[in-house]
């Protein structure tokens, strides 16, 4: 045969047989690429995250509880989770949670998007709230049972 040359041509293909050794393993190179796609991680959810609004007012149909404004974002669902805020003014303290929650102030839901519920905190024992100065905090657990806490001085009006 003219033109061709055994002993370059067995070289050329042993040369051409080794790189497709050495590159198959890479993505995309003899094969295709979602061969080699790597598995998708799960994602954690967002951490549970509270805060207070700084007004509060008194609730109009007991006259003696504070009605607190809580914004926050929990994950999981409701089972094993819960809200639970209290209110110190002067002697009176009160305790309010995500059981007084209704349908007139948002149902306590946890489904990793920020929420914002009016929670009725009622006094313990003997007493009201009135207007002026108190302090609240306020403690959510989700249903992962991470939790988060906040606390700040408020007004209640």
Known sequence: MKGFHRTKLVSS???????????APLPGFLA??????????K???APPLVQIAKQASIDTTTSTDADVTVHYRCSGGTTGASLIVTVKQGTVTGMGDNTTLTTTSPVFTCDGSAQTAIVDVSPTGTGSFN????HATATLKDAFGRSAKASRDIRIS
């Open 13 to 23: 293909l042993a040369a051409s047989a080794m790189l497709a050794v050495t590159l």
């Open 32 to 41: 295709p690429a979602n061969v080699y796609a790597a598995t998708p991680t």
């Open 131 to 134: 207007t002026g100065k108190a």
């Open 43 to 45: 994602m954690k959810p």
